[in-house]
């Protein structure tokens, strides 16, 4: 998979780049990422890129030249492009999955006050990565390329996503390491029953709970498996 970014702050992303599971599949070639220097593609001494927004309001707004002509010279017919924008459609587990199946994404980032609106059509779609306001794409831009170069084969031991939050639409369970006891605190028994059955069951169990109680707009949304079923039901009987 190819990823270029378009921004005006390629220097943001450099320790990123060399970090932990990204840059372990970057160093392996999984992935190949390159930037684009929105910059480049204005013209004059100044460069500039931005202008104050018609209709007047404040701060300044990223000129469709310099971007378009940027996106232009990088954009093939097998490109997804993607616009990071707090007014894009919300970011997904999802949304990353589908990604790490593409074979060159493009991310554009927005400063200031964000970008010429005129923009959007040459784009597949707006993204927005949560509900509050970012200086500039690129962090949100960091967040998707983390997100699907770990999906990517190789990346990480097969499977191991699989089981993580938001993967079937609900939280993982809590996970515990050693001590089996710390200031205190004892992990559950469960968990040094060697029962994998039982294991696996209060995992569940515990999944569904803490989903329902901190993120009750994904339990009513999850479709409940038979056995997911059976185990609520069972522990809503012995409650
Ligand atoms: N005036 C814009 C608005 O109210 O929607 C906000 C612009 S923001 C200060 C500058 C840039 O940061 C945006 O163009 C976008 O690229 C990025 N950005 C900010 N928040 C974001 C978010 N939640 N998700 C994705 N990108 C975001």
Known sequence: MKITVLTLFPEMYENFLHTSIVGRALARGLAEVEFVQIRDFAPGNY???????????SGMVMKCQP???ALNS???????????????????????RELAQKEHLILICGHYEGMDARINA????????????????????????DSVIRLLKGSITEGSADEESHENGLLEY???????????????DVLLSGNHAKIREWRILQSLLLTK?????????????AEEA??????????
Request: glycine residues 8%; hydrophobic residues 35%.
């Open 47 to 57: 460069r500039h890129v931005d202008d104050t927004p018609f209709g007047g309001g």
């Open 67 to 69: 971007v378009l002509d």
């Open 74 to 96: 990088v954009k093939t017919d097998s490109s997804y492009t993607m616009i990071m924008s707090p007014a894009g459609k919300p970011y997904s587990q999802a949304k990353a």
């Open 122 to 145: 040459h784009a597949d779609e707006l993204v927005s990565i949560g509900d509050y306001v970012l200086t500039g794409g690129e962090l949100a831009s960091m967040v998707i390329m």
């Open 174 to 188: 809590p996970q515990y390491t050693h001590p089996a006891e710390y200031d205190g605190v004892k992990v559950p």
């Open 213 to 225: 109680e901190v993120r009750p707009d994904l339990f009513e949304k999850h479709e409940l498996t």
């Open 230 to 239: 059976k185990i609520l039901k069972k522990y809503e009987a012995e409650e």
